[in-house]
Protein backbone atom coordinates (compact mmCIF):
# COMPACT_ATOMS: atom_id res chain seq x y z
CA UNK A 1 0.00 0.00 0.00
CA UNK A 2 2.77 2.42 0.97
CA UNK A 3 4.14 1.72 -2.21
CA UNK A 4 1.62 2.35 -4.47
CA UNK A 5 0.50 4.99 -2.44
CA UNK A 6 3.78 7.08 -3.13
CA UNK A 7 3.47 6.13 -6.87
CA UNK A 8 -0.03 8.00 -6.76
CA UNK A 9 1.69 10.20 -5.78
CA UNK A 10 5.01 10.55 -7.64
CA UNK A 11 2.32 9.96 -10.62
CA UNK A 12 0.47 13.45 -9.62
CA UNK A 13 3.46 15.13 -9.18
CA UNK A 14 5.08 14.25 -12.58
CA UNK A 15 1.35 15.34 -14.00
CA UNK A 16 1.42 18.61 -11.69
CA UNK A 17 4.91 19.59 -13.53
CA UNK A 18 3.53 18.59 -16.72
CA UNK A 19 0.84 21.08 -16.39
CA UNK A 20 2.70 23.72 -15.43
CA UNK A 21 5.92 23.00 -17.73
CA UNK A 22 3.14 23.61 -20.26
CA UNK A 23 1.39 26.65 -18.49
CA UNK A 24 5.09 28.06 -18.56
CA UNK A 25 5.10 27.13 -22.33
CA UNK A 26 1.92 29.30 -23.18
CA UNK A 27 2.67 32.29 -20.86
CA UNK A 28 6.25 32.28 -22.32
CA UNK A 29 4.71 32.32 -25.96
CA UNK A 30 2.53 35.17 -24.68
CA UNK A 31 5.21 37.16 -22.71
CA UNK A 32 7.50 36.54 -26.72
CA UNK A 33 4.38 37.83 -28.40
CA UNK A 34 3.79 41.56 -26.30
CA UNK A 35 7.73 41.95 -26.79
CA UNK A 36 7.59 41.98 -30.15
CA UNK A 37 5.09 44.86 -29.99
CA UNK A 38 5.51 46.26 -26.53
CA UNK A 39 9.56 47.09 -24.66
CA UNK A 40 10.14 46.18 -20.77
CA UNK A 41 8.95 49.45 -19.79
CA UNK A 42 5.68 49.29 -21.56
CA UNK A 43 4.91 45.65 -20.25
CA UNK A 44 6.04 46.51 -16.88
CA UNK A 45 2.95 49.08 -17.27
CA UNK A 46 0.96 46.33 -18.43
CA UNK A 47 1.49 44.43 -15.13
CA UNK A 48 1.54 47.78 -13.15
CA UNK A 49 -0.78 50.17 -14.11
CA UNK A 50 0.01 52.70 -11.15
CA UNK A 51 3.43 52.52 -11.74
CA UNK A 52 5.21 56.18 -12.28
CA UNK A 53 8.84 54.24 -13.42
CA UNK A 54 10.76 56.27 -16.63
CA UNK A 55 9.90 55.26 -19.94
CA UNK A 56 13.06 54.55 -21.92
CA UNK A 57 14.56 56.18 -24.77
CA UNK A 58 13.26 53.63 -27.36
CA UNK A 59 9.57 53.62 -25.75
CA UNK A 60 9.92 57.55 -26.39
CA UNK A 61 11.13 57.66 -29.77
CA UNK A 62 8.40 55.04 -30.75
CA UNK A 63 6.27 56.93 -29.30
CA UNK A 64 6.86 60.48 -31.10
CA UNK A 65 6.79 58.27 -34.05
CA UNK A 66 3.39 56.97 -33.46
CA UNK A 67 1.77 60.59 -32.50
CA UNK A 68 3.20 62.35 -35.64
CA UNK A 69 1.59 59.52 -37.24
CA UNK A 70 -1.49 59.35 -36.19
CA UNK A 71 -2.12 62.44 -34.39
CA UNK A 72 -3.33 63.16 -31.16
CA UNK A 73 -6.96 61.80 -31.21
CA UNK A 74 -5.45 58.61 -33.09
CA UNK A 75 -2.89 58.28 -30.11
CA UNK A 76 -4.98 58.93 -27.41
CA UNK A 77 -7.54 56.44 -28.19
CA UNK A 78 -4.76 53.62 -28.61
CA UNK A 79 -3.66 54.81 -25.01
CA UNK A 80 -7.09 55.82 -23.07
CA UNK A 81 -9.11 53.45 -25.08
CA UNK A 82 -7.60 50.41 -25.54
CA UNK A 83 -5.32 50.48 -22.99
CA UNK A 84 -2.03 50.39 -24.84
CA UNK A 85 0.82 51.48 -22.39
CA UNK A 86 2.27 54.81 -24.08
CA UNK A 87 3.33 57.93 -22.77
CA UNK A 88 0.84 60.82 -22.58
CA UNK A 89 0.83 63.54 -24.44
CA UNK A 90 2.39 65.91 -22.56
CA UNK A 91 5.10 64.02 -21.77
CA UNK A 92 5.96 63.85 -25.64
CA UNK A 93 5.58 67.53 -25.94
CA UNK A 94 8.07 67.58 -23.19
CA UNK A 95 10.78 66.04 -24.19
CA UNK A 96 10.15 67.38 -28.11
CA UNK A 97 10.74 70.80 -26.43
CA UNK A 98 14.54 69.80 -25.78
CA UNK A 99 14.88 69.00 -29.03
CA UNK A 100 17.85 71.37 -30.37
CA UNK A 101 17.02 73.46 -33.31
CA UNK A 102 18.24 76.86 -34.08
CA UNK A 103 19.36 79.19 -37.20
CA UNK A 104 21.48 77.01 -39.24
CA UNK A 105 21.58 73.88 -37.12
CA UNK A 106 18.77 71.12 -37.87
CA UNK A 107 20.69 68.09 -37.05
CA UNK A 108 18.02 66.88 -34.33
CA UNK A 109 15.06 68.00 -36.73
CA UNK A 110 16.70 65.48 -39.62
CA UNK A 111 17.14 62.65 -37.25
CA UNK A 112 13.07 62.93 -36.08
CA UNK A 113 12.97 62.91 -39.82
CA UNK A 114 14.70 59.74 -40.48
CA UNK A 115 12.32 57.99 -38.60
CA UNK A 116 9.95 58.99 -39.93
CA UNK A 117 10.98 58.26 -43.27
CA UNK A 118 11.24 54.92 -42.32
CA UNK A 119 8.15 53.55 -42.17
CA UNK A 120 8.12 55.35 -45.83
CA UNK A 121 7.16 53.91 -49.49
CA UNK A 122 9.30 55.00 -52.29
CA UNK A 123 6.79 56.76 -53.44
CA UNK A 124 5.82 58.97 -50.90
CA UNK A 125 9.75 60.04 -50.13
CA UNK A 126 9.70 62.15 -53.36
CA UNK A 127 9.25 65.38 -52.02
CA UNK A 128 9.31 69.40 -53.29
CA UNK A 129 11.41 71.80 -51.02
CA UNK A 130 10.00 75.18 -50.41
CA UNK A 131 11.84 78.06 -49.46
CA UNK A 132 10.28 80.88 -48.18
CA UNK A 133 11.08 84.66 -46.14
CA UNK A 134 8.62 86.48 -43.65
CA UNK A 135 9.74 89.85 -41.97
CA UNK A 136 9.82 89.97 -38.36
CA UNK A 137 10.17 92.75 -36.04
CA UNK A 138 13.85 93.65 -35.37
CA UNK A 139 14.66 93.27 -31.79
CA UNK A 140 16.86 91.07 -29.45
CA UNK A 141 15.31 88.09 -27.20
CA UNK A 142 16.25 85.45 -25.13
CA UNK A 143 15.86 82.01 -26.04
CA UNK A 144 14.81 79.02 -23.52
CA UNK A 145 15.54 76.47 -26.31
CA UNK A 146 19.46 77.53 -26.55
CA UNK A 147 19.99 80.03 -23.87
CA UNK A 148 21.02 82.64 -25.76
CA UNK A 149 19.91 85.88 -27.01
CA UNK A 150 19.29 85.40 -30.71
CA UNK A 151 17.97 88.36 -32.86
CA UNK A 152 20.83 89.21 -35.24
CA UNK A 153 21.51 87.87 -38.65
CA UNK A 154 22.90 84.52 -38.80
CA UNK A 155 23.14 84.93 -42.84
CA UNK A 156 25.99 87.33 -44.39
CA UNK A 157 23.86 90.33 -45.97
CA UNK A 158 24.72 91.11 -49.60
CA UNK A 159 28.29 92.29 -50.42
CA UNK A 160 26.55 95.61 -51.90
CA UNK A 161 24.56 96.11 -49.04
CA UNK A 162 27.78 95.79 -46.94
CA UNK A 163 29.32 98.29 -49.09
CA UNK A 164 26.17 100.95 -49.18
CA UNK A 165 26.25 101.18 -45.23
CA UNK A 166 30.35 101.19 -45.27
CA UNK A 167 29.84 104.43 -46.93
CA UNK A 168 27.30 105.66 -44.95
CA UNK A 169 29.31 104.79 -41.41
CA UNK A 170 26.71 102.50 -39.97
CA UNK A 171 27.63 99.96 -38.15
CA UNK A 172 27.09 96.40 -39.86
CA UNK A 173 27.57 94.67 -36.64
CA UNK A 174 24.68 96.20 -34.52
CA UNK A 175 22.20 95.59 -37.18
CA UNK A 176 19.23 93.05 -35.94
CA UNK A 177 18.10 90.52 -38.46
CA UNK A 178 14.87 91.76 -40.14
CA UNK A 179 13.87 88.60 -41.99
CA UNK A 180 13.46 84.75 -41.62
CA UNK A 181 14.76 82.66 -44.64
CA UNK A 182 12.78 78.94 -44.11
CA UNK A 183 13.17 76.24 -45.93
CA UNK A 184 10.28 73.43 -46.20
CA UNK A 185 9.56 69.91 -47.77
CA UNK A 186 6.28 69.04 -49.01
CA UNK A 187 5.13 65.34 -49.88
CA UNK A 188 4.43 64.88 -53.74
CA UNK A 189 2.17 62.02 -53.43
CA UNK A 190 1.63 62.03 -49.25
CA UNK A 191 0.46 65.11 -47.50
CA UNK A 192 2.92 66.37 -44.69
CA UNK A 193 4.91 69.47 -44.80
CA UNK A 194 8.15 69.64 -42.53
CA UNK A 195 10.02 73.20 -41.48
CA UNK A 196 13.14 71.49 -41.65
CA UNK A 197 16.19 74.70 -42.27
CA UNK A 198 15.61 78.49 -40.89
CA UNK A 199 17.91 81.25 -40.80
CA UNK A 200 17.87 85.10 -39.37
CA UNK A 201 18.99 87.16 -42.10
CA UNK A 202 19.16 91.29 -42.91
CA UNK A 203 17.30 93.01 -45.95
CA UNK A 204 19.50 91.24 -48.23
CA UNK A 205 21.76 88.14 -47.83
CA UNK A 206 24.40 86.84 -49.70
CA UNK A 207 23.37 84.26 -52.44
CA UNK A 208 26.18 82.26 -52.34
CA UNK A 209 26.06 81.76 -48.82
CA UNK A 210 22.50 80.85 -48.74
CA UNK A 211 23.10 78.32 -52.25
CA UNK A 212 26.06 76.63 -50.66
CA UNK A 213 23.28 76.35 -46.91
CA UNK A 214 20.60 74.60 -49.18
CA UNK A 215 23.05 72.64 -50.90
CA UNK A 216 23.74 70.97 -47.38
CA UNK A 217 19.90 70.36 -46.48
CA UNK A 218 19.84 68.71 -50.10
CA UNK A 219 22.85 66.22 -49.00
CA UNK A 220 20.71 66.02 -45.15
CA UNK A 221 17.69 65.01 -46.62
CA UNK A 222 19.15 62.39 -49.25
CA UNK A 223 20.71 60.79 -46.51
CA UNK A 224 17.41 60.33 -44.42
CA UNK A 225 16.07 58.77 -47.55
CA UNK A 226 13.76 61.81 -48.94
CA UNK A 227 14.11 62.72 -52.89
CA UNK A 228 14.25 65.92 -54.04
CA UNK A 229 12.28 66.40 -57.07
CA UNK A 230 11.57 70.34 -57.40
CA UNK A 231 12.16 73.96 -55.55
CA UNK A 232 9.77 76.19 -55.11
CA UNK A 233 10.16 79.70 -54.55
CA UNK A 234 8.86 83.48 -55.11
CA UNK A 235 9.94 85.92 -57.23
CA UNK A 236 11.71 87.86 -54.62
CA UNK A 237 14.93 89.76 -55.47
CA UNK A 238 16.91 87.89 -53.49
CA UNK A 239 15.56 84.68 -54.59
CA UNK A 240 16.65 85.34 -57.93
CA UNK A 241 20.13 86.36 -57.16
CA UNK A 242 20.38 82.55 -56.57
Given at each position: ??IE?????L???????E?L??????L???V?????I????????????S?K?HW?D?????A????YK?GT???????????W?L??VS??????A????RA??NN???K??????????EK?R???V?IDE??I??K???SY??GE??????V?????L??????????????LA??????MI??????FVN?????FT??S??PK????????????????G????CLTMD??????S?
Amino acid sequence: DTIESLQKQLKEQIERNEALTRKNELLQKRVDSFSRIFGPDQIHRLEHPSSKSHWSDQTLEMAIILYYKVGTTGYNYLRDVLLWPLPCVSTINRHMAKIYFRAGQNNDIMKLLSLKVQTMSEKDRLICVIIDEMSIQQKLEYSYTTGEMVGYPTVPPHPNLVKERKRKGIDQSKILASHVFNVMIQGLFLRFVNLVDFLFTDRSWCPKFIAKRLFTVFGQLSEVGLKTMCLTMDQGKNNISL
